[in-house]
């Protein structure tokens, strides 16, 4: 099993920045990427961005030169910089780990944290 602890949201203005962090612990070998995901009101969870075990990156479009994901192996810890926050961006974000064993796939998620942009 692995847990993922996610902190670091809150209420900001338009244009603002915050930072998530997401901490994992656990069986988190073989976790081969880590993202987060967010979900507003009434619509689906969608992708925000990922970061694999060998550093490369996929954003939303939604998002792409606003926000960074980064990583710390040494403190199994994924982050999420949100720079230039737009009212849009409210929502629940989401961290997700993909665990990847021989023959087996395994996702897991964390609580999710509340990100709150006013205008």
């Known amino acids: 099993q692995v847990r993922l602890v996610e902190s670091g949201g809150g209420l900001v203005q338009a244009g603002g920045s915050l930072r998530l962090s997401c901490v994992a612990s656990g069986s988190i070998f073989a976790i081969d990427t880590m993202g987060w995901y967010r979900q507003a009101p009434g619509k689906q969870r969608e992708l925000v961005a990922t970061?694999?075990?060998?550093?490369?990156?996929n954003y939303a479009d939604s998002v792409k030169g606003r926000f960074t994901i980064s990583g710390d192996n040494a403190k199994n810890t994924v982050y999420l910089q949100m720079n230039s926050l737009k009212p849009e961006d409210t929502a629940v974000y989401y961290c997700n780990a993909d665990r990847r064993l021989p023959g087996n796939a395994y996702d897991y998620w964390g609580q999710g944290i509340q990100v709150t942009v006013s205008s």
């Open positions: 970061i694999t075990s060998g550093g490369r990156t």
